[in-house]
Structure formats: structure tokens, C-alpha cells
């Protein structure tokens, strides 16, 4: 009998409980229509809470996730005795201006700047009661001024050199090339990624394994599909899953958790019973090839994305 392979830890990602609108499909009937500042913050907390008593020890932030950081450092203020057993990552790079409404027409505003990120780090510091440990430029894009910005660089490698770990999140059909070009940078400041990948997209495989192999961390996000591979969602990748014996998300889960060159895979849970779901999967058994076969096309993959409404 052959032992499981071992599977990357999971991480809670705050994306989806830091603020009332988001991509993510099923949020009507996991979230209702309750969503208070007050409600969502106390939902954070029940999740960070669920998350603890499971064993993670990797939150994931960011300022474009309405008060995400807030509600974690408020967490973090009620319990200062566990700071020194998590890892915290956040981001800069966009700014929420939904104003908390649902029906905003704008929700985040992208710019990668120098000037962007002397504003946003000190609220990130203000938020979280301190430095996260991962500080990543969000949403890297080959076209990202960021990289070749000496002025935005210098500072990067000022938060490097203090201790803070640095890097970049990617999306878009071109987050292979972005990873490289941040890793290939003379003296780069960077030294970790959250990137897309799930059986629906699973491009950027190729480069994050040169990151991983080059001494990176890497986060896998949007394992899930934006609630593509939940219940009731892609029917073939649900038609594998069955036959593997697991949950869809479960299945996919495990599948983005047994990449070799995965160090965490963030849950996006907004409920300790879908954290569980989560938790539960497994590396899958199936077939390489049928799994491979469930991949789209990254333009359209990432086009259908945009097309999402915030819900």
C-alpha cells in the first residue's frame, strides 16, 4: 500500500468575508443578505476561530479586501498569544472603493505606484497592529509598471531587508510571464507569489515551479474557480470528484494541495462547514489526463472571470 503523498497546509484567505460584495458564486445563500460591517466582522472572527482549533496558521489580507485587515487585526488584538504562530500575508497595490455597498459601480481601484504603496503600508501596519509577515504587489500583470519602477524597487527591497517577506500575486493569461519577469529582476526584491491555479486554469504551473524552485513561497488562490468547482458547479470536473469519492471542492482542493511545488492553498471558506469541506481533500486518484482534460483556455478563462458580477 502506498502512502498519500503529503499535502501543502491550507491557508484562510478573507477575501470573501471582508467586505459585502465579491465573485465568488452561491454568496446569496452562504451569506444572506446581512452584510452589516458588523456582521461580517463578527463572521471573520468565527472563521479565524474555526481556522485556529483546525490547525491553519496562514491568513491571507489585503487592502482591497474592504476592512479584511481590520476585522484580523481586531482578532488578533482579543488574542495577541497566537501573532507569534501565524503567518500573516496582505497586499498593496489596489484600493476598496465599493463604500461597502453591494451595488457599487466600481469595487477596487488598481495602482501600482510608489506613491501607492507609502499610503497603503502604513494603514496595513495600522490595521493589523503591526507587519504582516508576506507583503505582496497585488494583482501583477506582465504590463505592471511595478517592475520597472527603480524608485517602487528601492522601497521593496527596504521592506525586505527589514524582515518583512515580499512579493507579487498575479492574474490574467499572463501570470506565468509576470512571475518570471519579478523573479528574473536584477537584485528583485521578491521572494514570494499567490497565484490562480485550479483545474480550470492551471497555466502557470510551468513558472511556479521555477519560483518554488528558486527558494519561493507559493501560495495557490482561487483553487475553487470563484465557486466554479463547488457543489453543484462544472459538471465533468463534479463527475470526477464523484468517482474519486469526494465533495467537488474537496476534490479540488486536494488537487491544488498535492502540487509539488505548493507551499500553502488558501481556503476562501465563509462558513467552518465549508472549512471542513475544504480541509477534507485528498490528493485525487484520478487519471492525470482527465484531469488535464478539464483545463479551458486562459484568455477565455480569465474573460469569463471578468464577466462575473459582484454578488
Known amino acids: 500500500m502506498h502512502d498519500r503523498p503529503a499535502l501543502a497546509p491550507l491557508g484562510l484567505g478573507l477575501a470573501a468575508v471582508g467586505r459585502p460584495a465579491y465573485l465568488t458564486a452561491g454568496r446569496a445563500a452562504d451569506l444572506g443578505g446581512d452584510r452589516t460591517v458588523e456582521t461580517l466582522q463578527r463572521r471573520a472572527h468565527e472563521l479565524l476561530d474555526a481556522a485556529w482549533a483546525r490547525g491553519i496558521r496562514f491568513v491571507d489580507a489585503a487592502r482591497s479586501y474592504g476592512r479584511a485587515e481590520e476585522f484580523l487585526g481586531s482578532w488578533l488584538a482579543a488574542r495577541p498569544e497566537r501573532r507569534t504562530e501565524l503567518t500573516i500575508e496582505s497586499k498593496w497595490g489596489y484600493a476598496y472603493v465599493g463604500g461597502w455597498r453591494m451595488d457599487a459601480e466600481v469595487h477596487e481601484r488598481k495602482e501600482h505606484t510608489l506613491a501607492m504603496l507609502q499610503r497603503q503600508w502604513p494603514e496595513t501596519l495600522a490595521a493589523l497592529g503591526g507587519p504582516p509577515d508576506v507583503y505582496l504587489v497585488h494583482s501583477l500583470t506582465p504590463d505592471s509598471p511595478a517592475l520597472a519602477d527603480r524608485a517602487l524597487l528601492d522601497r521593496l527591497r527596504e521592506l525586505a531587508a527589514s524582515g518583512v517577506r515580499v512579493g507579487v500575486s498575479t492574474s490574467g493569461p499572463g501570470q506565468g510571464e509576470a512571475l518570471d519577469a519579478a523573479r528574473e529582476l536584477p537584485d528583485t526584491p521578491f521572494s514570494a507569489v499567490q497565484a490562480t491555479w485550479n483545474l480550470l486554469e492551471p497555466s502557470a504551473a510551468p513558472a511556479l515551479a521555477r519560483a518554488h524552485d528558486a527558494g519561493w513561497l507559493v501560495v495557490i488562490k482561487e483553487a475553487v474557480a470563484n465557486g466554479r468547482l463547488t457543489p453543484g458547479g462544472e459538471p465533468d470536473a463534479a463527475a470526477l470528484a464523484a468517482a474519486d469519492g469526494q ?34 481533500g485528498r490528493a485525487p486518484a484520478t487519471d492525470a489526463a482527465a484531469l488535464a482534460a478539464l483545463a479551458e483556455e486562459p484568455a477565455g478563462y480569465w474573460a469569463a472571470r471578468s464577466d462575473r458580477a459582484w454578488a
Open 247 to 280: 465533495s467537488l471542492d474537496a476534490f479540488a482542493i486536494g488537487a491544488a494541495r498535492s502540487r509539488s511545488w505548493c507551499d500553502v492553498v488558501l481556503s476562501g471558506a465563509v462558513t467552518p462547514a465549508q472549512l471542513d469541506s475544504n480541509l477534507a
